[in-house]
């Protein structure tokens, strides 16, 4: 049985367009741009300007270094700046390595290398606030010693 969405329509850019995040937000930034895209206590943030935010830090991570196949990592809440971090390193082709806040700093310094040596790819950036990565970076410096 044929499914619903097939019409025998040939494909064009009206009717099959694929999706990935990152035309999704493109897509969204052209075509919803006035329209509200996040919300975060005061924070208001159209489409565009969420699309803009995140280009920008993708030309920051690129300043820094980031390319293609390197990993950057965030520890931070749900808010308007790891809705960016999603889209930024994916502009480059960077991978996200998302690490979770409740985790305790031991079990994220062994997540994460903070040195070039030992195992798995060291990321290229780390980003987060000072209340969570601190004890992180305090607890790697206490491996380091060992």
């Not at 694929?18 to 509200?36: I, M, N, Y």
């Not at 991978?95 to 798995?120: H, I």
Request: proline content about 6%; glycine content about 8%.
């Amino acid at each position: 049985m044929a499914s619903i969405f097939d019409t025998d329509l040939p494909r064009n850019a009206a009717n099959y367009v694929p999706l990935s995040p990152l035309s999704f937000l493109r897509k969204a930034a052209q075509v919803h741009g006035e329209k509200t895209a996040i919300v975060h206590g005061e924070v208001r943030r159209d489409w565009a300007q969420t699309y803009a935010r995140c280009k920008r830090l993708a030309s920051a991570l690129r300043n820094w270094g980031v390319q293609r196949g390197d990993t950057v990592a965030a520890m931070l809440p749900n808010t308007p700046a790891m809705v960016e971090m999603h889209f930024g390193p994916a502009m480059l082709g960077a991978v996200l390595n998302t690490l979770n806040t409740r985790l305790d700093a031991e079990t994220l310094a062994f997540m994460l290398p903070w040195r070039s040596e030992g195992a798995g790819q060291r990321p290229r950036v780390r980003a987060g606030d000072r209340q969570g990565l601190d004890p992180v970076q305090a607890q790697a410096a206490g491996d380091r010693r060992r």
